[in-house]
């Protein structure tokens, strides 16, 4: 999907639609969060990005995003759209008029941007919840109305932080096989945080693991498994495990 | 300020015909000067004839258009007349003395009250009926220095030993301190009014005139107005204000109830009963007891003793300076320089 | 419930003190005779509880007005915020009972001083709570704002003064709770009319029943304008996550 709106201060843009981090470096005062990170994702790749928490997954997503300029290093990355940890939902906003969030600071109107999140209420699972207060909502549905958002931003590139930190295991795991249906059906360049090396392995194609502060590439995982994926595929098992080895988390 | 019309109109709506202040009559504005006049305290009795005479239009007949205004406090009529924010302010003989004593270029133009109102009251079964009988006891005041030398002019007279009369500073509350006992007596309620008032609710009490026990008499209630504001013009306007006041208490004299009418208007929350109580009790001191005298006669005599005894206590510095007051633009006065005192 | 039973309690023990107790009556009345100025002097109490009403409720619109600009502004600029904050401040710091016979002074017996001495009284609150509920807004919808390009103003308008609504209402409601005594100051420092004015004559004739009758309604009135003010805080502000389910 192309998109006139541009991610800001980020030079230069990939007009493709991907991402390219190279050796980027970030500190904040004496702590370095970023010590020497490169990684890609091409067009519509869905890239996880693992490691235990303070690792700077989160800052990366912030210079990709251009919230943030590297100390050292490049980023080029495509116009993105940003779903921050605690999903960024606005309490005095009901579920329709959060999702249109980012049609209206683009400057379109209240009833079009309304119309076009409700068009997707149904395949989100949010039928009959468009009025609905946030404390309404149960986690699984504040995700999908913040995930929702981030779509209708219209970017090529999404930048998820930890979507499903906050939620049960079982919630989790019925978000992570309904994420994975709406990429195929919308697929777009992700780049997903998380510190589950599980949900890594059914989402993305490919891993790229993160050491503890400061950051640095521990290695980095293919995963040309095919779609749709299960927790009990050997393969997924294989590589979960070659994954929190690799992060030194040996049982 | 224009913003503020609209929701005042509406509150004056609501208000109509309730408690509203009175207002000058705008009939005839052409030719009627405007004239403040900064009361003392509250509207109550004691301004009945001023009342009476703007309800009965001697002002507006004398071509004044008269603004009678109520203080928040006793100490603001003397500034705001030196701030020439008011024409004339109603005030009392100590307060003119002090203020002139720092400074004040202001002059007492003409006497409301003849009389000290000031006394020593006690009530019931713990009444101070002889000053001998203050030994002892504590005394309740406004805090005022000059009411403290009332005090000790009143038990040096009567031999009391001052070291054995404790003095306490109640404020404003002297009824309420001496219902409650904190006090045996107090000193500066005005017989007129809170003796009057604590008389008709059964409280019993005991009221001891300030000229009876040794302190020099003087005028309670004073007119002052500034000395710079007396040109030619403000010297008229002054002069028609004092004779329509005049008139006033005179018909106030023939026909108290018209008096009391006129104040409730300016006034809802006073109680008809006893201002009708009070205006009875005052009238005689309205006037000076000499009646070839003008209404608002002002003695030099006693003012001049009463300067002293001032001095003599410590309450004022300077020595004696221009007079402080004036009967020249009394009714009938100022045709004959021999009866003013201006020096 | 059981608040009012305690209420009662205190009622029926100040009517048999007074009663009983041998308190004179002038000094402290009891309740029935409160109750009784209450209806007795209604012609009387009622256009003056109107004014002091009317007093504090501009009083307050011009507080909530100006504290409102003074929030953003410090918000929005640093320089206003180096400018303002010593004023704001001091604000709170001017004991009204000094000022208040100062701006009667200025400005006369009129509506204007009330209005103006009731808006110093309740800026404060207003100004310090909203200007502190701009700034504490949740950092993930505004990195989530700053991603999709929002302008200030945007973020202004659709974050930040919509987040800051809580804060604004606890300034508001100490506000409104403040408002009356600002009034009742003013109103003793020169008028004609009003309840704190009704007080004062009331006192000075020993009509004081009629005092506690006003009294009374003064605390009314504070009392309806605090639950006004969270009855609309409750539908403006109510998607509010309170640490205690259920509580106002």
Not at chain 1, 93 to 107: F, H, I, K, M
């Amino acid at each position: 999907m192309k998109t006139e709106v541009e991610a800001p201060g980020v030079e230069p843009r990939d007009v493709s639609g991907g991402v390219t981090i190279a050796g980027v470096e970030k500190s904040f005062g004496p702590v370095r969060a970023l010590d020497g990170v490169s990684l890609r994702a091409e067009p519509r790749e869905v890239v996880a990005v693992a490691g235990p928490s303070g690792c700077g997954k989160s800052t990366l997503l912030e210079l990709v995003c251009g919230l943030q300029r590297p100390d050292a290093g490049a980023v080029t990355a495509a116009p993105a759209a940003l779903m921050p940890q605690r999903d960024g939902l606005l309490p005095w906003l009901s579920a329709l008029d959060n999702a249109a969030l980012a049609l209206r600071v683009a400057g379109v109107g209240r009833a079009a941007a309304r119309a076009a999140a409700r068009e997707h209420f149904a395949a989100f699972g949010l039928e009959g919840f468009e009025r609905a207060r946030l404390r309404e909502l149960s986690g699984g549905m504040r995700q999908r109305v913040a995930f929702l958002r981030t779509l209708l931003a219209g970017r090529p590139l999404l930048c998820l932080d930890e979507p499903f930190g906050a939620l049960d295991a079982l919630t989790r795991l019925t978000m992570q096989r309904w994420l994975a249906d709406a990429l195929e059906r919308e697929p777009r360049t992700v780049l997903l945080v998380t510190h589950d090396v599980e949900e890594a392995a059914l989402l993305a194609d490919r891993i790229v693991l993160l050491s503890p502060r400061p950051g640095r590439v521990v290695e980095t995982l293919d995963v040309p498994l095919r779609r749709p994926r299960h927790r009990s595929d050997p393969a997924i098992v294989a590589l979960r495990e070659r994954a929190l080895a690799a992060l030194g988390a040996d049982s | 300020m224009t913003r503020l019309l609209l929701p005042l109109a509406l509150l004056l709506l609501l208000l109509a015909g309730c408690g509203e202040k009175e207002e000058p009559s705008a009939a005839g504005a052409r030719d009627t000067e405007s004239f403040t006049v900064m009361l003392d305290y509250f509207p109550n009795a004691d301004h009945a004839g001023i009342y009476a005479a703007q309800a009965s239009g001697e002002y507006e007949r004398a071509g004044l258009d008269v603004e009678i205004q109520a203080p928040p406090d006793a100490a603001v009529p003397l500034k705001l007349l030196q701030a020439g924010r008011v024409d004339l302010a109603i005030s009392y003989e100590p307060e003119l003395l002090l203020a002139r004593d720092q400074g004040a270029d202001l002059i007492a133009v003409g006497a409301l009250v003849q009389k000290p109102l000031t006394s020593l009251m006690s009530l019931g079964d713990r009444a101070i009926e002889r000053p001998e009988q203050l030994a002892g006891k504590r005394v309740g005041t406004s805090g005022l220095a000059y009411q403290s030398a009332y005090l000790r002019t009143i038990l040096e007279q009567a031999g009391v030993d001052p070291s054995t009369v404790k003095e306490t500073n109640v404020g404003f509350k002297l009824t309420q301190a001496m219902l409650s006992k904190q006090v045996d007596a107090t000193l500066g309620a005005f017989w007129n009014y809170e003796g009057v008032d604590l008389e008709r609710r059964d409280r019993d009490p005991e009221i001891l005139r300030m000229e009876d026990l040794g302190v020099p008499t003087y005028n309670e209630l004073v007119f002052v107005a500034r000395r710079g504001d007396l040109d030619e013009v403000g010297a008229s306007r002054l002069r028609r204000f004092l004779q329509a006041t005049a008139r006033g208490h005179e018909a106030l004299e023939r026909r108290p109830a018209a008096g009391v009418d006129a104040l409730l208007e300016a006034d809802g929350g006073l109680d008809r009963g006893l201002q009708e109580a009070v205006v009875d009790a005052t009238l005689p001191v309205f006037f000076p007891e000499d009646d070839e005298r003008p209404f608002g006669y002002q003695d030099p005599a006693e003012w001049a003793a009463y300067e002293d005894w001032m001095r003599e206590n410590g309450l004022i510095k300077r020595p004696a300076g221009r007079a402080p007051l004036t009967n020249e633009f009394l009714p009938g006065e100022g045709l004959d320089p021999g009866t003013s005192g201006l020096g | 419930m059981t608040a009012a039973l305690i209420v009662l309690v205190l009622l029926a023990g100040w009517e048999a003190l007074v009663r009983l107790g041998g308190i004179d009556d002038l000094l402290l009345p009891a309740p029935t005779q409160v109750l009784d100025a209450l209806w007795t002097d209604r012609d009387l109490l009622a256009p003056d509880l109107a004014v002091t009403t009317w007093e504090v409720l501009l009083g307050l619109a011009a507080a909530i007005a100006a504290g409102g600009a003074v929030a953003i502004a410090m918000h929005v600029s640093s320089e206003a915020r180096r400018a303002l904050r010593p004023l704001v401040i001091g604000s709170q710091a001017v004991p009204v009972p000094v000022i208040a016979p100062l701006v009667v002074l200025v400005l006369g017996f009129g509506l204007a001083p009330k209005i103006l001495l009731v808006a110093l009284v309740c800026f404060f609150p207003v100004a310090i709570n909203l200007y502190d509920g701009l700034r504490d807004t949740d950092p993930d919808a505004r990195k989530l704002l700053r991603s999709l390009d929002a302008s200030r103003w945007q973020t202004l308008r659709m974050l930040e003064l919509p987040g800051a609504l809580p804060s604004a209402f606890t300034g508001i409601k100490i506000a409104a709770a403040v408002a009356v005594i600002g009034a009742v100051f003013a109103e003793w420092s020169g008028s004609d009319s009003g309840l704190g004015h009704a007080l004062l004559i009331a006192n000075g004739q020993l009509a004081t029943a009629r005092a506690f009758a006003a009294t009374f309604l003064l605390f009314l009135l504070a009392v309806c304008l605090y639950g006004a003010f969270a009855l609309l805080e409750r539908r403006v502000a109510g998607w509010t996550p309170r640490s205690t389910p259920g509580g106002p």
